[in-house]
């Protein structure tokens, strides 16, 4: 069946003020929230535990009158779902053959599809609940009649959509012991768990459910839709605060800000096939047993129009300050913590880099110089090139200079020209074509000079490159492709920017600065003739902020074409389409066409979720040329 809609799926949890034992307010104000929904095209709606009764009621859950009054008023909230396909999950009490279920109802077109009954039933501290209602383990019928119909009754009860929806429950408890029942529920092919929950506050527990809901989202890399009631509930001796999550995979996408609310709801979209690529991916779990699941299709429509509320266009770059400096710290330390265990393992005193002046060679003598210092090794064993060609500017070798000056390391010019000038006329190259061999004569001579110099000092050459450079073979194979030891293969292109930003703004060093004010080149055709930069890499390929959004979403969640063109005119705006595509084109083709390059990459610490290490992440033919199902417009 053909997919649509890029494998969204809108969610919302609500909160609102439970008239204890009032079912028909309580209804009202569900159907209240279902209109609302509408209006906001939520696909799945989920209200907190016992939500028409509410939590609260005590003894009276033991009474009849409660329990038929209770259905009565689940059936006007049935009448309020007929002729739409939202899915609405709302909690009450329901009495199969005497005895008493905390169950989550779910009904949809105007049907109730199903019931789930809760498996943990808390007695300690300030809970009750064994004294009104029994365990799911307890059930001895799997159909039970609701409002005259036969309800499917499971606790592992599964709604089943198209584009892999597929929704499991478990209710308030359930989570919070040492084996939820989500976590066999995922098994068994749940991508988003729905908690229908009742938890009342004391100092310290919300920040603990916060955890507990992002853990287990990432544990089961399913969707997590959690909604608690509130301060209508907030009775005797009990406070609750109405904390409604929605979390994927790992992280808390939108949460009820407020410490304590009487309503709200809160809604945003699930990435389904985030979570289905990532079990995929990380399948070490997923032969486990899984329990024996009862099966009910819910109707899913196809929405192109969906988008996950805040889509990131530097998915590498932690959008907070507090985290940036914090992630910027740990990065480095995972590069030269590397570095130091390769040079401590060959027992190796001496390194030799290209020091250019741009980003990447700036950022590995960072490293170098940091890793030294560890080890307390004098930096004067960090042997710096400049290495002056047809495009060095007077601008970027007055950088590196400085660079080396600044940070105290060992610096030597070599200048290439004459050597590379030789080079061509050995072959019968003309020195006013300025082609691909051009070019690559003079990063392989570079690279030439640095090997053979660590061999004179018995050192190591450092790789320069980065990540996004391996991902669309912007490297001379053979050339600045090649190295004893890469420090920055794990790093992209927008994070080594704000890593030197970091690294600045840190320690106050002004030549850094010059760094980032200079246009991304290889400096490998001549310069104009003002002695300004003429060769520029983003005019060439695009810019890197695309293309390190490309290779995020395209290596973590395996996006098709269409799908990454899709999140990047939302992340960068649909008026930039014509520049997206192009990008996108480019992207695509120099990936495929340079897994040969990748396929001999020198060793360099894997720093973020996404590798392209083949030894790790990504292995794939090198003769592949290209992938149609993920090239298609």
Request: glycine share 8%; charged share 25%.
């Amino acid at each position: 069946m053909e997919r649509k809609g890029y494998g969204y799926y809108k969610v919302a949890a609500v909160t609102f003020p439970v008239a204890i034992g009032n079912t028909e307010e309580n209804a009202e104000n569900i159907i209240r929230y279902i209109e609302k929904a509408l209006q906001e095209k939520v696909q799945l709606l989920v209200f907190p535990e016992l939500s028409v009764t509410g939590y609260t009621c005590g003894d009276m859950f033991l009474r009849g009158e409660l329990q038929r009054q209770a259905e009565k008023s689940l059936d006007k909230i049935r009448q309020a779902t007929e002729k739409n396909n939202l899915l609405v999950c709302v909690g009450m009490p329901v009495n199969v053959q005497g005895r008493l279920f905390n169950c989550a109802v779910y009904l949809q077109n105007g049907e109730i599809i199903g019931a789930v009954p809760k498996t943990y039933v808390p007695n300690y501290g300030e809970f009750y609940e064994k004294r009104w209602f029994v365990s799911a383990d307890l059930k001895t019928c799997e159909k039970i009649p609701i409002l005259g119909r036969e309800v499917p009754f499971s606790e592992n009860l599964l709604l089943k959509g198209r584009n892999d929806v597929v929704i499991g429950t478990e209710i308030c408890e359930d989570l919070w012991v040492s084996n939820p029942p989500s976590g066999l529920l995922s098994r068994a092919g749940a991508t988003i768990i729905v908690n229908p929950s009742a938890s009342n506050d004391v100092i310290g527990k919300r920040s603990y459910r916060y955890d507990l809901v992002k853990m287990q989202s990432g544990r089961c890399r399913a969707g997590y839709v959690y909604a608690s009631c509130g301060a209508g509930e907030s009775s005797t001796d009990l406070v609750f605060s109405g904390h409604c999550m929605i979390a994927e995979n790992g992280r808390v996408l939108k949460e009820v800000a407020d410490i304590m609310t009487d309503e709200a709801m809160i809604t945003d979209v699930i990435d389904i096939e985030r979570c289905v690529n990532d079990r995929c991916r990380y399948n070490s779990d997923l032969w486990g047993k899984c329990p024996d699941v009862m099966e009910v299709d819910i109707t899913v429509e196809d929405r192109e129009d969906l988008l996950p509320a805040a889509v990131d266009p530097y998915p590498f770059v932690p959008g907070d300050g507090g985290e940036l400096k914090k992630r910027c710290e740990e990065i480095l330390k995972l590069q030269e913590r590397g570095l130091m265990q390769r040079l401590r393992a060959i027992k190796c005193s001496d390194v030799v880099l290209g020091l250019s002046g741009g980003l990447d060679s700036t950022l590995a003598l960072v490293v170098c110089c940091e890793a030294f210092d560890r080890l307390s090794m004098d930096r004067k064993h960090i042997h710096c090139f400049s290495m002056p060609g047809f495009g060095t500017t007077e601008k970027t070798h007055s950088i590196s200079e400085d660079l080396a000056k600044h940070f105290g390391v060992s610096f030597k010019e070599v200048n290439i020209r004459e050597a590379c000038l030789q080079h061509m006329r050995d072959i019968g190259h003309a020195e006013d074509v300025y082609d691909i061999a051009y070019e690559n004569i003079q990063a392989r001579e570079r690279t030439q000079i640095l090997f053979d110099y660590a061999n004179m000092v018995n050192g190591i050459v450092i790789g320069t490159g980065d990540m996004s450079e391996s991902a669309l073979g912007w490297c001379t194979y053979n050339g600045d492709h090649m190295s004893n030891y890469a420090v920055n293969v794990g790093v992209p292109k927008t994070l080594v920017k704000w890593l030197i930003r970091y690294y600045a703004d840190e320690y106050r060093i002004e030549v850094l600065k010059r760094v980032l004010d200079l246009p991304i080149s290889p400096e490998l055709l001549p310069a104009g003739k003002d002695g300004e930069i003429v060769q520029k890499t983003e005019e060439s390929i695009g810019k890197y902020d695309l293309h390190d959004f490309f290779l995020y979403y395209f290596m973590r969640y395996g996006l098709p074409r269409s799908a990454l063109r899709f999140l990047a005119a939302g992340a960068f705006g649909a008026w930039q389409l014509p520049e997206i595509e192009k990008t996108l084109d480019i992207f695509l083709r120099r990936f495929f066409q340079n897994q040969f390059k990748r396929n001999c990459l020198p060793d360099g610490p894997k720093i973020g979720s996404v590798c392209l290490s083949p030894r790790g992440d990504w292995r794939m033919p090198a003769d592949m040329g290209k992938c149609p199902p993920l090239q298609n417009r």
